[in-house]
C-alpha cells in the first residue's frame, strides 16, 4: 500500500520563478494538507484540501496557492518565489472525520 | 495566534536514562493532541496520540493536562535510534495540525 508521494524530491530555483509541487495521498485518503518546514523549525500549516476546495488556509500570502484533483492528488504552487520561501514542503493525506496524518517524505526547495 | 512551545534542547541522555519533555498550547479549545518524532531530513512520523487519561506504548508515556494546557512525554530506558526531534502538535480544528519548533534528543552510549 502506497503511503503518501511527493515530486519532485528536490528543487532550486530562482528568485521571482514559479514552482508547482504534487503529491498523491494514500489509498483512501480525500484531505491533503501542506505544511511548510523551515530549518529548525516546526512545520507550519499552509492550507487544506477536501472535495477539490481550499477547506482551511493558514498565515501564508496569496503567492501560495493550491489544487486538488478529481483523484484526490494535490498541488502546491508558489509564485514570485523569495529567498525565504526555501524549506522542506511537506504534503500529509488523511480520511475526513480521521486525525490519522500520513506525510510524504517532502519536497526540499531551495530558492536562490 | 496558536502557539505551541517546547523547549528546543537538545536533551542529553546516556542510553537507559529515562528523560521528560514537556510543551505547552495557548489554545484552550484544541481537541486532540498528538507527539511526531523527526528524524533529520525525514518526514515527521506519529509516535502517539495524547489523551487526558494518558496514553502508554511500551517505553513511551504522554499525558495532557488540560487545566494546566500543557503535553508531556516521558521516555524510559532510552535507546540510541530514539536519538531524534520531538514535534508537539495540536489539533486546531478540521484536522489541521499545529506543530511546536521540536525538541533534540541525543542518546549516547
Known amino acids: 500500500d502506497a503511503g503518501v508521494t511527493q515530486s519532485p524530491t528536490h528543487l532550486i530555483k530562482t528568485r521571482g520563478q514559479q514552482v508547482t509541487l504534487r503529491c498523491s495521498p494514500k489509498?483512501?485518503?480525500?484531505?491533503v494538507s501542506w505544511y511548510q518546514q523551515a530549518l529548525g523549525q516546526g512545520p507550519q500549516f499552509i492550507f487544506q484540501?477536501?472535495?477539490?476546495?481550499?477547506?482551511q488556509r493558514g498565515n501564508f500570502p496569496d503567492r501560495f496557492s493550491g489544487h486538488q484533483f478529481p483523484n484526490y492528488s494535490s498541488e502546491l504552487n508558489v509564485n514570485a518565489l523569495l529567498l525565504g520561501d526555501s524549506a522542506l514542503y511537506l504534503c500529509?493525506?488523511?480520511?475526513?472525520?480521521?486525525?490519522?496524518?500520513?506525510f510524504g517524505s517532502g519536497t526540499r526547495l531551495t530558492v536562490v | 495566534r496558536k502557539e505551541v512551545e517546547q523547549d528546543p534542547g537538545p536533551f542529553n541522555v546516556p542510553e537507559g536514562a529515562t528523560v521528560a519533555f514537556n510543551c505547552t498550547y495557548s489554545?484552550?479549545?484544541?481537541?486532540?493532541f498528538f507527539w511526531y518524532r523527526q528524524d533529520c531530513r525525514k518526514e515527521p512520523k506519529l509516535l502517539m496520540s495524547?489523551?487526558?487519561s494518558g496514553n502508554e506504548d511500551g517505553r513511551f508515556t504522554a499525558q495532557l493536562n488540560r487545566a494546566s494546557q500543557y503535553i508531556s512525554l516521558l521516555i524510559r530506558d532510552s535507546k540510541l535510534s530514539d536519538s531524534a526531534t520531538y514535534l508537539c502538535?495540536?489539533?486546531?480544528?478540521?484536522?489541521?495540525?499545529?506543530f511546536g519548533k521540536g525538541t533534540m534528543l541525543l542518546v549516547s552510549p
Open positions: 500529509a493525506s488523511s480520511l475526513t472525520e480521521d486525525y490519522g496524518y500520513t
Open positions: 489509498s483512501g485518503h480525500d484531505t
Open positions: 484540501y477536501y472535495e477539490e476546495e481550499e477547506r
Open positions: 489554545n484552550s479549545a484544541s481537541q486532540s
Open positions: 495524547v489523551y487526558s
Open positions: 502538535v495540536e489539533n486546531s480544528g478540521y484536522s489541521t495540525l499545529t
